[in-house]
């Protein structure tokens, strides 16, 4: 039975070794803490926009591999927790498609959550926002290292993990979701929850599309949107 076969069989069964998570959680935590201590996008109010962009590209592609090497040691393959495959131009459009509805959807349900919590959007989340040519490059950059890596770490990695520990694939959306928000500590608690709750909504796209490639471009459109046109409108 091939890697493949063994996760379709069995679908709560975890791809890495309990400890291995844990490593991965706390890691995810502990970057999120000193976050929420600085009160800024990590690393920007130290070394300035460009090095702190650098320094969360550098950590997420240091946690993918940790994850990778953790999976390798189960025999699955990175391809596996993505999911999806694009054999023609018309899947690409469709997952497009498909993030750019998810999109739309998200902001209705997040817009009305932000309304009802009174959450107002404070200087650490502008903190993070680029200006300038060289600032939207290295900005456009780590967007598109978040929509991956992100992606993989806590839909296809953590959701699947907790999805074993839980025995449900609702605990596995659930707590990704939360473990999501948690990282965000820079944002402070209103918009961690916030995140939680567009977090598990990333998990129910991927568990509804058996693959994380609409998220990863929702991910990704979310986040250079944000991030080009937040300057422009506060």
Same mark, same amino acid.
């Given at each position: ?7 379709? =069989? ?7 070794? @309990?400890? &291995? ?20 996008? !990590? ?10 962009? +650098? ?25 596996? +927790? ?6 023609? !131009? ?32 404070? !200087? ?15 900005? +456009?950059?780590?967007? @598109? ?21 839980? &025995?449900? @694939? @609702? ?12 990282? &965000? ?20 796209? =991927? ?24 300057? &422009?409108?506060?």
């Amino acid at each position: 039975m091939t890697p493949t076969q063994a996760l379709t =069989a069995k679908p709560h069964q975890p791809v890495a070794p @309990a400890w &291995h998570t844990v490593v991965v959680v706390v890691l995810m935590l502990g970057i999120s803490f000193m976050g929420s201590r600085t009160r800024s996008f !990590p690393g920007v109010s130290a070394y300035g926009h460009i090095v702190g962009y +650098l320094l969360v590209m550098v950590v997420e592609w240091v946690t993918v591999a940790f994850i990778w090497f953790g999976i390798r040691r189960r025999g699955i393959a990175m391809s596996e +927790l993505v999911g999806g495959k694009w054999a023609r !131009p018309r899947a690409v459009l469709l997952d497009v498609a498909i993030a750019i509805g998810f999109l739309i959807i998200a902001a209705l349900i997040l817009n009305g959550i932000q309304y009802l919590l009174k959450a107002v959007q404070n !200087p650490a989340i502008r903190s993070m926002f680029p200006h300038g040519p060289a600032e939207i490059f290295f900005y +456009l950059l780590l967007v @598109a290292t978040a929509g991956f890596c992100e992606e993989l770490i806590f839909r296809g990695y953590l959701q699947r993990q907790f999805n074993a520990l839980t &025995h449900a @694939a @609702a605990g596995g959306i659930v707590l990704q979701g939360l473990v999501f928000g948690a990282s &965000h500590g820079y944002q402070g608690w209103k918009f961690m929850l916030i995140i939680a709750v567009f977090g598990m909504m990333f998990g129910l796209l =991927a568990y509804w599309r058996r693959s994380l490639r609409p998220g990863m471009i929702a991910h990704f459109l979310q986040d250079g949107l944000g991030g080009l046109l937040g300057p &422009h409108l506060h």
